[in-house]
């Protein structure tokens, strides 16, 4: 079921969704492995491609298939792939585009894990990627080579919320028929809809706010179909495809995704403006607040200034440490994306593994907190970070 006059909020509950015989009205959870035919002549015919269907889970099943129809009506694109995790989402985009030789220019503020596949991994198998700054896009321009398939940017970024202009990187990839892949995990299509501004390729890692209540892994690949073809070829050979339950928690959590993405933004930008005034900190960094040196453009395409504080302690990772360990009610997790505020010191947890060099070169202080802003009450939140105040 679909329609593409809907708005946000019924493509969210609606799109996508398939009614079997039964006549549910929540969508099922289809737990099979495989699919039984009428005769060998139509197995024959779904192997050959000529008849359309189910034939076995690894390819396609149809708890996944309604998560990947509602998440690229959501994403305003064609299509959409479903993976076990984020990760996947992006190993699979880079396994169906690029080949062995070709060449792809990365932001240097990605997840870290990301920055470990592209810089580790990836090179093992002839892929080379050349990292450079999110906001100076003339490095982009300058990086490009011949063989440059892929741009690969987050907008906001971690831990320090920095913002891309994703029309202007856009039409640099393009100038060079190079396709520009947006990670768009931290804002979801919720705030943020990057194929509006030009971007070719949308990465999800769905385990955060698309989930939203920190249960399951996976992640998503929208953009056009012929784009998607060969990432859906590597999936159904590789088989780092998303399971029908997970799939399932996803479409729930889809439902909902627009609320809680106001809320989270609601309490975040409640906290950030909160922690600027507090004696004890030196700097905020927040989108949706007006000290932010990209709050215009942050605002020209995210909706709001999303879930994510990141803060630096006056002091160092003694003063930071200081802080998290003072706190009982955020969870002290490097998790994001959750229901429950999480709180975490990105310089010995998600970017441990970046050398000191690079950490210092990207911004990331010892100081450094990052809050995943989550939905309790926000004078909660407040009270449970109260030494700050002492
Ligand atoms: C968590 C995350 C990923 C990886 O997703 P997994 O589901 O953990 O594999 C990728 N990108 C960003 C921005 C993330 O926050």
Not at 263 to 285: C, F, G, M
Not at 299 to 307: D, I
């Amino acid at each position: 079921m679909n329609n593409n006059a809907w708005k946000f909020d019924t493509q969210a509950i609606r799109a996508g969704s398939l009614q079997s015989e039964f006549g549910e009205n929540s969508e099922a959870i289809f737990l099979t492995s495989s699919y039984v035919f009428d005769s060998s002549s139509q197995a024959a015919a779904r192997f050959a491609g000529n008849e359309p269907g189910n034939i076995y889970s690894r390819f396609t099943n149809p708890t996944v298939t309604m998560f990947q129809d509602r998440l690229a009506a959501l994403e305003g694109g064609e299509a959409c792939v479903a993976t076990s995790s984020g990760m996947s989402a992006i190993l699979a985009t880079i396994m169906g585009l690029c080949s062995a030789g070709d060449h792809i220019v990365a932001s240097r503020s990605i997840f870290g894990t990301t920055v470990q596949l592209f810089s580790n991994i990836l090179k093992r198998w002839g892929l080379e990627v050349t990292f450079v700054s999110l906001t100076h896009l003339h490095e982009w321009e300058d990086a490009t080579q011949k063989n440059t398939k892929l741009f690969f940017v987050e907008t906001p970024s971690n831990p320090l919320t920095e913002v891309t202009d994703i029309k202007a990187l856009s039409i640099i990839a393009h100038q060079k028929d190079i396709k520009l892949v947006v990670d768009n995990c931290f804002c979801s299509p919720a705030l943020q809809k990057p194929l509006l501004f030009g971007a070719d390729i949308i990465i999800h890692s769905a385990t955060k706010y698309i989930d939203g209540q920190g249960r399951c892994l996976g992640g998503a690949v929208v953009a056009d179909k012929k784009t998607i073809e060969p990432i859906y070829q590597f999936l159904r050979t590789a088989g780092p495809t998303m399971s029908a339950f997970n799939a399932w928690v996803f479409l729930k959590g889809l439902e909902t995704l627009s609320i809680r993405m106001d809320a989270h933004s609601k309490n975040a930008l409640d906290l950030a403006s909160w922690l600027e005034t507090q004696p004890q900190i030196d700097r905020v960094y927040y989108p949706g607040l007006a000290s932010h040196p990209q709050h215009k453009l942050a605002l020209s395409q995210q909706k709001t200034g999303g879930a994510i504080v990141s803060f630096e302690v006056k002091g160092g990772q003694k003063e930071a440490w200081g802080l998290i360990d003072s706190t009982r009610l955020i969870s002290i997790t490097a998790n994001l994306g959750d229901v429950k505020s999480t709180i975490t010191h990105p310089a010995t947890t998600t970017h441990s593994r970046v050398s000191p060099e690079e950490r210092q070169k990207a911004g990331i202080k010892d100081n450094l907190v990052r809050i995943a802003v989550g939905l309790e009450d926000i004078e909660d939140l407040k009270a449970d970070l109260s030494s700050l105040s002492r």
